[in-house]
């Protein structure tokens, strides 16, 4: 049979994916007696007569004759699948949630849906799934998705069967969650969280590590304070002591510190010496006039002789004599001057 003899037909067969289940239309002559040729075996055949009625002949059943008909519908009796994506709203107008639906659809009246002369399923379900689901998902916040998912669908075992006006039996599953926009929205709002989260513990742990350097600054100056205490202390100190006090941290330096410490009294026991000569052989002055400096002389001399020098004699022990033996003391020394005036 042409094409050309139809008025509506779809190239389908039992695997295509159908939005409208009618096959074909095709206007019927007084004795059309084609009707061998028009129809499937599985499709039903809904026949328009000349008042506006529809009569209906489900497989295998089929008419004797149509003088009385106008028309003929071929209608595919199958189970067909749709997955489609709806939008509704949530408490915020600005976000929306996503729903994802699983429709399951069949023609069970013929006549009534060839009557309704609906021709996309899919849209026809997603209208009136919407039109129940709105009302009720918008009192959700879109963070409240599987709530919002829950009440859906336990509210959902009230509702007219989706497709009944039409002549369908249906069934569906759905998935409710944030949309894309409300996804990003809420990812955004979690990153400026996480960053202020993040400035604020840096802000408190650096505190806590400005203090502990802080700390540990006092400590080391106050550790240095004490060795530039000590070290003042041990210099003040001179001579000997100041050298073991070096000698005790560096014991590798003995030699240089020994060394160091000879010259040092060599040093001074020679000025000390040179002073003493000087006044021993100077013949300026009155031997009385000499008694106290060269007493002082004697004195200073006897001091740096009896320290504790490495090496030295510790008879002593450091103490200092008032007066030396008299077998030390120079001509003239330790006598009582001559009172000019009683000479």
């Given amino acids: 049979m042409s094409p050309a003899h139809f008025d509506w037909l779809q190239a389908a067969d039992r695997h295509t994916e159908l939005i409208d289940p009618v096959i074909s239309v095709r206007q019927l002559a007084r004795w059309d007696l084609r009707r061998k040729h028009h129809t499937r075996f599985d499709h039903c055949l809904v026949y ?72 996309n399923v899919p849209r026809l379900l997603r ?24 009440q859906l669908l336990e509210s959902a075992a009230g509702w007219p069967r989706l497709g009944a006006a039409v002549g369908l039996t249906t069934a569906w599953t759905l998935r409710l969650r944030r949309n894309q926009q409300a996804i990003a929205h809420q990812i955004r709002l979690q990153a400026i969280g996480q960053e202020a989260e993040a400035k604020i513990l840096d802000n408190v742990l650096g505190k806590d590590v400005d203090a502990a350097a802080e700390q540990r600054e006092a400590a080391l100056l106050l550790v240095q304070a004490e060795k530039v205490g000590l070290y003042q202390e041990y210099l003040e100190q001179g001579g000997a002591r100041a050298s073991a006090w070096y000698l005790s941290r560096n014991p590798q330096a003995g030699k240089e510190v020994m060394d160091n410490l000879r010259e040092d009294q060599r040093q001074l026991v020679e ?27 004697v004195r200073a001399l006897t001091e740096v002789l009896t320290q504790r020098f490495p090496g030295g004699s510790a008879d002593t022990g450091g103490a200092v004599p008032d007066q030396p033996p008299a077998k030390d003391l120079p001509p003239g020394y330790g006598r009582t001057p001559v009172d000019p005036g009683k000479g």
């Fill in 48 to 119: 328009a007569t000349h008042g506006g009625e529809y009569v209906e002949f489900k497989p295998p059943r089929r008419p004797r004759a149509t003088a009385r008909y106008t028309a003929v519908y071929e209608v595919d009796l199958g189970v067909h699948l749709d997955s489609s994506v709806l939008t509704l709203p949530s408490s915020n107008d600005a976000l929306e949630f996503q729903a994802e639906v699983e429709f399951r659809w069949q023609v069970a009246d013929p006549v009534a849906f060839v009557r309704s002369g609906e021709r």
């Fill in 127 to 150: 209208g009136e799934l919407e039109q129940h689901a709105r009302g009720l998902v918008r009192l959700h916040a879109v963070t409240d998705s599987a709530a919002a998912e829950a």
């Fill in 271 to 297: 000025k000390q010496l040179e002073l003493v000569t000087k006044l021993f052989e100077s013949a300026e002055a009155e031997t009385h006039e000499l008694a106290e400096p060269r007493r002082h002389a």
